[in-house]
């Protein structure tokens, strides 16, 4: 195999692990996140339905509380 052959194939073989790993991150559904004032992600379906996870807070330094 020549260089330019060996070149070819890594660059078409790196194109079609890109091309794959786009078509998987396109495809995932958009999860709406601080959506109806929340800082979290409301559970739609479910048992836990209408319940908010994942609460971003921040403890700061300077915070007396």
Known sequence: MGRFDHLHK????QRMKERAINSLRSS?????????GTSGYRIKEGPN????????S???KNSKI
């Open 10 to 13: 890594q660059f078409r073989e």
């Open 28 to 36: 995932r559904p958009v999860v709406e996140v601080n959506g109806s």
């Open 49 to 56: 339905k209408d319940k908010v996870t994942g609460h971003v």
């Open 58 to 60: 921040i403890v700061h």
